[in-house]
């Protein structure tokens, strides 16, 4: 069977993409989903998105990892799947997303994508962790996936495989693990993060939850106001904007680019 495909990306953040409305792509095969994200015997990618038929909302987006397991959603990916959806007619500018973490809304806007991301949750401030026989600061929100944040000052020191990693599979996130942001402040508005993601287990060159997260948790920090500009290790320029609330946060929403690269074929022996 043969499976048009898109490939896109979102300030670094890559995705393979498939127009999946007949629901004909093989989305129980999670070997052949991981076989497809390898980078270097596959198409290679950060994430599988489907555009699938909503009872409720313009679609359905559904969201796999490298590995091939499917998780809630994704920042960067809501954006690029958000912008290849309007472009196929799948949605209008304005449109509605159903994923596992709730609706989002998007807005597509030439090149950049408006996401209005869902209210997040389970907030866990000035909490610490023991790593390796040290104490670690973090911070915790649910911006749609979990995510630590780690505050640092001086981000390129930071050995984030290998902290990311010991956060990630913390058995005080046990069973599903968390990602793990570290960030700087480099303004009283603009922040730089570096991000280890679950499912990627390694370090990716943008993630749109944990940029939201990061800017959520030094906004309750009192480090930011928004809209705050924060810069990934991709060097791409985002803007998390939001109001912070007595209980946590909302009116949440993220702008960045989304970016077309090719259209290609997909081979499933199937």
């Not at 693990?177 to 508005?189: D, E, H, L, S």
């Not at 940029?211 to 106001?225: I, R």
Request: charge should be negative; proline fraction near 5%; charged fraction near 20%.
């Amino acid at each position: 069977m043969n499976i048009p495909f898109y490939k896109m990306h979102g300030a670094a953040n890559d995705f393979i993409m498939a127009d999946d409305r007949l629901l004909t792509f093989p989305a129980h095969d999670k070997e052949w989903i991981a076989r497809i994200a390898a980078r270097r015997t596959g198409v290679g990618c950060e994430g599988v998105i489907l555009i699938q038929p909503s009872k409720t909302s313009s679609f359905r987006m559904r969201f796999f990892n490298p590995d091939g397991s499917e998780v809630e959603m994704c920042g960067n990916g809501a954006r690029c799947v958000a912008r290849l959806a309007h472009e196929i007619g799948a949605a209008p500018a304005q449109m509605t997303i159903e994923t596992i973490a709730g609706e989002l809304k998007a807005e597509a806007r030439d090149q950049e994508v408006l996401l209005y991301m869902t209210e997040p949750t389970d907030w866990r401030l000035n909490r610490s962790l023991d790593i390796d026989g040290k104490k670690l600061s973090y911070h915790f929100v649910n911006s749609g996936v979990p995510h630590v944040v780690v505050v640092t000052n001086d981000l390129e020191a930071i050995d984030v495989h290998k902290v990311g990693a010991a956060i990630r599979y913390h058995s005080d996130f046990a069973p599903k693990g968390t990602n793990a942001n570290f960030i700087v402040q480099t303004g009283p508005g603009t922040l730089r993060i570096r991000t280890y993601e679950r499912g990627v287990e390694g370090e990716t060159l943008a993630c749109g939850t944990g940029m939201v997260a990061a800017c959520l948790v030094a906004g309750k920090l009192g480090l930011v106001k928004p809209p705050v500009k924060i810069v990934p290790a991709s060097g791409d320029l985002l803007t998390v904007n939001y109001e912070l609330t007595e209980t946590g946060a909302t009116q949440v929403t993220l702008l960045g680019p989304a970016v077309q690269v090719f259209q290609g074929t997909l081979s499933y022996p199937g």
